[in-house]
């Protein structure tokens, strides 16, 4: 199932003239096509001029915001997915998540948030996901690089920011490009750095005026091969659901989920 999820944590204005407050909030209800989400929100937000620890004062702003995900490789999720390594990831990401066998191995999914906003907002990004029992995942930031192949066609491959040969480097830091999805933060709360490291994607990412209207991210997520014997996954439908989210720094939160 495919939810659509917008919190909004509300921004505390004072005014001169009210001693109360309000909390707005506009959830934009989107369209599900196959397997692509989309959802948008309307953030109130602070240009701040000044703070205190507990306070953001300034003018008040609206904007709109959307974010969308979809599946970029055509691995039927139905069938399973065979475990892999994390030193297989560079090369997975090359062959769009089929092995040399022909085996699938991992799906790789477009996330692209959007604003309609003249002002620059920071924002920080977050994959979660839900497995099945004793089913472990791995995700990994990949890029798009168009080639050439020997037929003289152009295809789109993915890269990662590592290669095979830097999981035999002692001063390759692994947590830092391979991410478990693992939340430690409470649910009824938003994800942090803190806490949630190994769900952290992006980290102060720019949107907005002149950083762009839009930015797309791509990741990839496989199924963890722990050394241990897994053929109980053979077969294994949906072995993960995941959720994507976005926070501003002001707070906002926008997130969607994904299969």
């Known amino acids: 199932m495919i939810e659509y999820i917008h919190k909004n944590k509300g921004d505390i204005l004072k005014k001169k003239e009210k001693d109360n407050s309000k909390k707005m909030f506009y959830v934009f209800i989107g369209c599900m096509i196959l397997s692509v989400i989309i959802i948008g929100a309307t953030f109130a937000y602070f240009m701040a001029n000044s703070q205190d620890a507990n306070t953001v004062k300034g003018g008040t702003y609206t904007t709109n915001f959307s974010l969308s995900v979809s599946r970029v490789t055509t691995v039927d999720m139905a069938y399973g997915l065979v475990p892999m390594k994390n030193s297989e990831a560079p090369h997975a990401a090359e062959q769009l998540c089929y092995d040399d066998y022909g085996n699938?191995?991992?799906q790789i999914y477009k996330i692209?948030?959007?604003?309609?906003s003249e002002d620059i907002?920071?924002?920080?990004?977050y994959v979660t996901t839900n497995t099945k029992e004793g089913v472990e995942t791995r995700f990994s930031r990949v890029y798009p690089e168009e080639i050439t192949t020997p037929e003289e066609e152009t295809k789109t491959i993915f890269r990662t920011d590592y290669t095979e040969d830097d999981f035999s480097d002692p001063e390759f830091n692994e947590p830092e490009f391979i991410k478990t999805g693992v939340r430690v933060s409470p649910e009824d709360s938003s994800p942090n750095r803190d806490d949630d490291y190994n769900c952290l994607f992006v980290q102060d990412e720019s949107i907005g005026g002149t950083s762009g209207s839009s930015k797309e991210i791509y990741v990839m997520i496989w199924v963890y091969d722990d050394g241990t014997n897994q053929d109980f996954m053979q077969g294994m439908e949906l072995a993960y659901t995941g959720t994507v989210t976005f926070i501003t720094a002001q707070g906002n939160e926008i997130k969607a989920t994904f299969s």
């Open 104 to 106: 699938a191995g991992c």
């Open 112 to 116: 692209t948030i959007s604003t309609e």
């Open 121 to 125: 907002f920071f924002v920080d990004g």
